[in-house]
């Protein structure tokens, strides 16, 4: 579905507008990232898709329909909604969590019982292992999983994400921003996700909206606002990633670390190699040269064939030529000049390492 905004104005009483004529639209299975500093009007933008905030001028409209003609509850259970506490009900067990929406449109036990399944088995989250365990009983990435799948449970097409991931540690942090750029591949709902965190936003946005002072400045690309600020205040804004991709520096200069493979099968002059925490197999020849990518599920039904035609990266090839590339994919190999494989690389990895070099050239 998509979400427009037309003119759309928030004033609070006695203070300069939060959000001012703002025209933007959504569009349908777009994760689209709203960033700016504190106080910018993101949050704002978000919370009057739902109608938790008013307009005070301007329409606001979802496939077209204007969001007054619904009702809050109708229009509230058709939409998705995380925040950066979670707030899940402690005195409710995780299955009863996730299906409070399902309850309240009166799904049967079975349909509800069969969806937290489903949800749980997206995050691998064993339901007989979490399902009934309370909140406390988890930890900080596991109970804004939970919050993520509660949004999710219904089914609605729109998801609003208010700094889901703002108060995690960095490592439980970038996990679930892997596992939310899974989900959304997997289910391409329309995500409006607020964050104050650049890295994030490129990491996941399809698009990037950014605010100043409750005026939108700037919309596009992750490429497009890394290359093309359009302001001083979008530059500064962006500051750590802007220098990194006007540099040219290559894969080799960032040092990054390959991994450990293991040796999966042996086919003839062939090998299939799988790696820690991926699903995908990779397979090379007998001197170690890239052949391709094979699922799980050919290996398993032994179709020793590469069944994914992934270009391979190489090691000096120049990062800003590299960003582009993640928008379809998670993971991509990287070859030496021999065609041999060394490692493989992630959007997040590419980003980490760029932000690591940076932050020492400046310090």
């Avoid at 979008?234 to 990054?256: G, M, P």
């Amino acid at each position: 579905m998509t979400v427009t905004f037309s003119e759309v104005t928030k004033v609070y009483q006695g203070k300069k507008p939060a959000v001012e004529n703002l025209n933007l639209e959504v569009h349908t299975g777009e994760l689209l990232v709203l960033i700016g500093p504190s106080g910018c009007g993101k949050t704002t933008t978000l919370r009057m898709i739902n109608r938790l905030e008013e307009p005070t001028h301007g329409k606001i409209q979802i496939d077209g329909r204007d969001i007054e003609k619904f009702k809050e509850e109708e229009l509230r259970r058709g939409i998705g909604y995380t925040v950066q506490q979670t707030g899940l009900f402690p005195h409710m067990t995780v299955k009863d969590n996730i299906e409070v929406v399902p309850r309240l449109l009166k799904w049967p036990k079975d349909k509800r019982d069969e969806r937290v399944r489903e949800l749980l088995a997206m995050v691998n989250m064993d339901f007989e292992e979490f399902a009934h365990r309370y909140p406390r009983q988890l930890s900080g990435g596991q109970q804004q999983r939970i919050g993520v799948l509660r949004s999710l449970a219904a089914d609605p097409p729109i998801i609003l994400m208010d700094e889901p991931f703002g108060a995690l540690d960095p490592i439980s942090r970038e996990v679930l921003q892997i596992e939310l750029k899974k989900l959304q591949a997997r289910l391409q709902k329309t995500i409006i996700f607020v964050t104050h965190d650049i890295d994030e936003a490129i990491r996941l946005g399809d698009r990037i909206a950014i605010f100043q002072t409750g005026q939108l400045v700037q919309l596009g690309s992750p490429q497009e606002i890394v290359k093309n600020p359009v302001n001083e205040f979008v530059a500064s804004f962006i500051k750590k990633n802007y220098q990194f991709e006007t540099s040219n520096l290559s894969l080799k200069a960032l040092d990054l670390a390959s991994v450990d493979f293991h040796p999966y099968e042996s086919h003839d002059d062939r090998i299939i190699l799988s790696i820690d925490g991926s699903d995908d197999f990779y397979l090379v020849d007998s001197d170690h040269r890239f052949i391709g990518t094979i699922s799980k599920e050919n290996v398993k039904a032994n179709q020793i064939t590469a069944d994914k035609v992934l270009q391979p990266i190489r090691v000096y090839d120049s990062v800003q030529n590299i960003l582009s590339i993640f928008k379809d994919v998670n993971t991509l190999p990287v070859v030496d000049d021999g065609n041999k494989l060394v490692g493989v690389i992630t959007s997040l990895s590419l980003m980490n390492a760029v932000a690591r070099l940076v932050g020492g050239n400046e310090s």
